[in-house]
């Protein structure tokens, strides 16, 4: 089985879903066509330029080529953490607690599939080191954002149900506990439900790749399950760690409630 080639036209032609989808929003006044289309015209660029990236990095296999594409993929993930929450914590914190969490699950679980799993000799082959540090920042990035959104949010409307604690003597840690737990379950829903559906209701990404590459059906769906697997750890890994990270952050060394330290994302903005 060989791979059929997409010419532009066949790109174009699918590209017309995309411009109905439009006029119907403008017809329905929903007030997305214009995020539909910049949407659209932003992954068609990004995809096709880390393409030509890609293919680069193929022919050089050089750690000092690659080192910079995977922090440009970490510093982005983590922007749009800070983006997808309402209540973002001020200063660097907004910032830093997605990435540095997104770096210790993400990097961390990707050096060990590639090393103790796959067993890539060297383990940066960046035709193994970047699709699969992009899936698992993809849907770790989403896990973060849920989780830490769901713990600002809920913690803003319990406050006074937190301070209560704190004056009845409970530690920062049993105060927000019930809102830290729920943040942290709502970070692992999505993964959740994707391993749940898998092969039933959806045929994953990568399978679906390697199928439509003329890999075997079966060496393809072992691949998925790993994929799979190694997703549902560095989201589990990276939603605790980041919700443990924000909820202390919420806390001073006198065990007070600061929700100071975080601001509201302007409407809109």
Known sequence: MTLISLTPLDLSLAAVLILLLAWVSWRLRLGVERRVLVAALRSAIQLSLIGLVLKVLFAQSSLSLIA?????????AGWEVMQRQRRRYRGPWGYGIGAVSMF???FGVTFLALTLVIGVDPWYQPQYLIPLLGMLLGNTMNGIAIALDNLTRHAWEARARIEARLLAGADWGEAIGEVRREAIRSGLIPIINSMASAGLVSLPGMMTGQVLAGSP????????ILIMFLIAGG??????????AGSRRLFDDRQRLRLDRLKARPRGG
């Open 217 to 224: 059906p079966l060496e393809a769906a072992r691949y998925q």
């Open 235 to 244: 989201t589990g890994l990276g939603s605790i760690f980041a919700v443990w």
């Open 104 to 106: 210790l699950s993400s």
């Open 68 to 76: 910079p594409v995977a922090l440009v993929m970490l510093a982005v």
